[in-house]
T-cell receptor
Framework: DVKVTQSSRYLVKRTGEKVFLECVQD?????MFWYRQDPGLGLRLIYF???????EKGDIPEGYSVSREKKERFSLILESASTNQTSMYLC????????????FGPGTRLTVT | GEDVEQSLFLSVREGDSSVINCTYT??????LYWYKQEPGAGLQLLTY?????DMKQDQRLTVLLNKKDKHLSLRIADTQTGDSAIYFC????????????FGKGTRLSVIA
């Protein structure tokens, strides 16, 4: 059974703190993605990675960075959290086999106060 | 660029069929997906179809693809209260090295 896990379901941080969101997949997928989801705005892509040590900016990369040192792990970093980064963060992974099925983690609800 | 459009809301009575619609713009070979998101959870992949197919059935779910109109639908037979969720349509163009393009999601409400 496919599995994408995220380090926390709920997280509360203070403005200015550095925040790490971790995502791990066990499917040996090449591609990994970070999205944020806000009411009325749908899913917005922050960053993605096609391979270890590779990263590409998505639609809204400002205020975020990522790290992919191992194939199974993709980290999202908020260098200095701000209240407008309060959101639901979703990680996903996708293989390159037929179907290109993409699987999501359970999400992390981040609140920045 | 690619775009995926969905209506935002749908309300049906328990036991009826639900039909959720989606339109897309990419005309090349593509995979099209349906995801379900329950409150506070991640997205769950329900099913997908390749653009050379017209229909795919999986238990209560039927996906219909009209390539000429670039229209995709998800039919849920015998809709239950547990089907209440947001349903996302998404597409990817081959060779598959780009992110999925998602619609904004359709909120399905099932009335008992």
């Amino acid at each position: 059974d496919v599995k994408v896990t995220q380090s926390s379901r709920y997280l509360v941080k203070r403005t200015g703190e550095k925040v790490f969101l971790e995502c791990v997949q066990d499917m040996d997928h090449e591609n990994m993605f970070w999205y944020r989801q806000d009411p009325g705005l749908g899913l917005r892509l922050i960053y993605f990675s096609y391979d270890v040590k590779m990263k590409e900016k998505g639609d809204i990369p400002e205020g975020y960075s990522v790290s992919r040192e191992k194939k199974e792990r993709f980290s999202l970093i908020l260098e200095s959290a701000s209240t407008n980064q309060t959101s639901m963060y979703l990680c996903a992974s996708r293989g390159m086999a037929s179907g290109y099925e993409q699987y999501f983690g359970p999400g992390t609800r981040l609140t920045v106060t | 660029g690619e775009d995926v459009e969905q209506s935002l809301f749908l309300s049906v009575r328990e036991g009826d069929s639900s039909v959720i619609n989606c339109t897309y713009t990419d005309s090349s070979s593509t995979y099209l997906y349906w995801y379900k998101q329950e409150p506070g959870a991640g997205l769950q992949l329900l099913t997908y179809i390749f653009s050379n197919m017209d229909m795919k059935q999986d238990q209560r779910l039927t996906v219909l693809l009209n390539k000429k109109d670039k229209h995709l639908s998800l039919r849920i037979a015998d809709t239950q209260t547990g089907d209440s969720a947001i349903y996302f349509c998404a597409e990817i163009s081959l060779p598959g090295n780009t992110p999925l393009v998602f619609g904004k999601g359709t909120r399905l409400s099932v009335i008992a």
